[in-house]
């Protein structure tokens, strides 16, 4: 589900990318500002901003988070 909401945001990410995250999130933040012509700074910053909604969303419907 939320791999459909980060593939929205940020349409030119395929799965093995975004598997990335869990591994090594450096390399997905240069690959990010590479593929949506974003500096690393603002890569990061969508990123956290991402996640920061997912996790809202989550706390909202009651679903808990994986990094419980």
Same mark, same amino acid.
């Given at each position: 589900?939320? /791999? =459909?909401?980060? %593939?929205?945001?940020?349409?030119?990410?395929? /799965?093995?990318?975004?598997? +990335? +995250? @869990?591994?090594?999130?450096?390399?997905?933040?240069? %690959?990010?500002?590479? #593929? %949506?012509?974003?500096?690393?700074? =603002?890569?990061?910053? =969508?990123?956290?901003?991402?996640? @920061?909604? $997912? #996790? +809202?969303?989550? $706390? +909202?419907?009651?679903?808990? /988070?994986?990094?419980?």
């Amino acid at each position: 589900m939320w /791999s =459909e909401r980060i %593939h929205h945001r940020f349409p030119h990410l395929d /799965s093995e990318q975004m598997n +990335l +995250l @869990y591994r090594d999130r450096k390399s997905f933040e240069a %690959h990010l500002a590479a #593929t %949506h012509n974003l500096s690393l700074i =603002e890569a990061r910053e =969508e990123i956290d901003d991402f996640l @920061y909604v $997912e #996790t +809202l969303a989550r $706390e +909202l419907s009651g679903i808990p /988070s994986r990094m419980q």
